[in-house]
């Protein structure tokens, strides 16, 4: 299914103005916006089917400017100094290990393609697949993740195991077969 993304124009705007995007910068961000809509279309669709698709357009635009706008304040000097504390990242040896084994064990199924893995990330609901993308694939720490959704810790913490758990789920009706 083919998603129309600029029916999307006013939940951008709303986006812009909620996160006080300067006027000179509206341009730029409307089309960074556009371009992350078109990148999680599968997302939209998801949306589409459970009629939340402008929620999801809304999270998609949120997540994006504040990626952004991460990514300049990483280039920006900066006067203050804080301590960078990582809690979950797969720089972490443990938590790397612990990453890979997610599903059965090796002896038992073989290794998944990056096409059934995909499949199986799309297959999880939007707040999961956000935790687990966050977590694992942009590497950020349950801290960082927590600030981008506007929740505690523990919360992401919850939607990681369940993300986990839904993966391994999915692996084990998907080997069953």
């Known amino acids: 299914m083919e998603v129309d993304i600029l029916k999307y124009d006013p939940v951008i705007k709303r986006v812009l103005s ?63 100094t804080k301590p960078e504390i990582h809690f979950d990242s797969l720089s972490d040896p443990k938590i790397y290990h612990r990453a890979m084994k997610v599903g059965s064990p090796e002896e038992e199924q073989p290794d998944a393609t990056s096409e059934e893995l995909e499949k199986a990330i799309l297959s999880l609901p939007f707040d999961e697949f956000r935790v687990i993308y966050e977590l694992f694939v942009q590497n950020k ?31 084990e009706v998907s080997n069953g077969d």
């Open 18 to 80: 909620n996160l006080k995007v300067r006027q000179q910068d509206w341009d730029d961000m409307t089309q960074e916006c556009y371009t992350a809509l078109l990148e999680k279309q599968k997302h939209l669709e998801k949306g589409i089917e459970l009629g939340e698709d402008k929620r999801y357009a809304y999270v998609i635009c949120v997540s994006k400017i504040r990626d952004i706008r991460k990514l300049d304040s990483q280039y920006r000097p900066s006067h203050k």
């Open 141 to 171: 720490t349950q801290e960082q993740v927590a600030d981008d959704l506007g929740v505690n810790r523990r919360v992401v913490r919850l939607r990681m195991q369940s993300g986990i758990d839904l993966l391994k789920q999915y692996f």
